[in-house]
C-alpha cells in the first residue's frame, strides 16, 4: 500500500524540474495527480508519461481565475484534493543596481502571490472536505529555497519571495491546524533542474564545490521530502521547514 494511496495531488509547475519528480513520487505512492504549469503541452505530456491516474491543466500560478480553476479541475476530475504543492518557480536575478521593477514583482508575484492564491483555493476545499466527513485532514506543500535563508547575490527578489513563502506557511499552519490540515514548507539548496543548468558554469562550479556533500542534490531527494510532510509520516508536523542541501548554509 502506497503512502499516498487513494488521495488527490495537485502539483504546480509540476511539467518539469523537481515539481515533475513530485508528481511521479506521488503517483508511485498511490496518489492521483493533477499537474499545472504554466505550460500546457508540457503538462499534458509530462500527465501522460505518469503511470497512474494523472491529468495536465495550464495554469499561470499569478492568475486568481487560473488558480481557481486548476483546483475546480481537480475536483471534477477525481472528486476531492489532498495535497498541494505551491512548486512553480521563476528567477529574474540581477544585483540590486541592475535588476528592473518589473523583474522584482514577477518573481515576488509568482513565489508569493501564486502561493497565496493555491492555499486559499485549496484551504476551502480542504476545509470542507474535513467538515463533511469525506477527509480526514490535508496537506500543503510550499516550495520556499535556502537563498530564502541565506539570502544570495542578485537574488534580493526571488530570497524575498522564498522568506515570504516561510511566513506564509507558518500563518497558514496556524490558520488550517484545527481542520486537521497541515502546512509546510521545503528549502532546497542546489538541485540539478533547468533552473540551476541556466546559471554560468563557473557559479555551478562554485555552489557544487560549497556543498558539504560535494555534489548537487537530484529533484527526486526533494521529492522524498515533498512525500513526506504530504503524507500520514508528518501527521504531527505543521508549520515546519525542511532543509533539502546536502548539508549547505546548515
Ligand atoms: P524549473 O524551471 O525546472 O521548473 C519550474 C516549472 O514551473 C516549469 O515547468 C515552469 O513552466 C513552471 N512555471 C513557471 N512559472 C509558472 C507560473 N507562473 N505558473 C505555473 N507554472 C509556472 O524549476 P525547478 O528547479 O524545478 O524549481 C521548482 C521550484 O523549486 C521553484 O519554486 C524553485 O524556485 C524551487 N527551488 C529550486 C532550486 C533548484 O536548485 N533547482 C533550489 C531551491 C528552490
Known sequence: MGLLEGRVALVTGGAQGIGLAIAQRFAAEGA?????DIDLDAA?????AIDGPAAGVRADVVDPDDVAAMVAATTDRFGR???????????RDASLKNMTLEQFRQVI???????????????????AQVADGRADGGAIVNMSSISGKI???????????????VGMTKSVAREGAKHAIRVNAIQPGFIDTAMTRAMPADAQEAATSSIPMQRAGQPD?????????ASDLASYCT?????VTGGRHM
Do not use: C, P, R
Request: aromatic share 6%.
Open 32 to 36: 492521483s495527480v493533477v499537474i499545472a
Open 44 to 48: 499534458t505530456a509530462a500527465a501522460e
Open 81 to 91: 484534493l489532498d495535497v498541494l504543492v505551491n512548486n512553480a518557480g521563476i528567477t
Open 109 to 127: 508575484d509568482v513565489h508569493l502571490q501564486g502561493t497565496w492564491l493555491g492555499m486559499k483555493e485549496a484551504l476551502a476545499v480542504m476545509k
Open 151 to 165: 539570502g544570495n547575490f542578485g537574488q534580493s527578489n526571488y530570497a524575498a519571495a522564498k522568506a515570504g513563502i
Open 221 to 229: 531527494e526533494v521529492a522524498k521530502v515533498a512525500l513526506f510532510l
Open 239 to 243: 508549520g515546519i521547514t525542511i532543509e
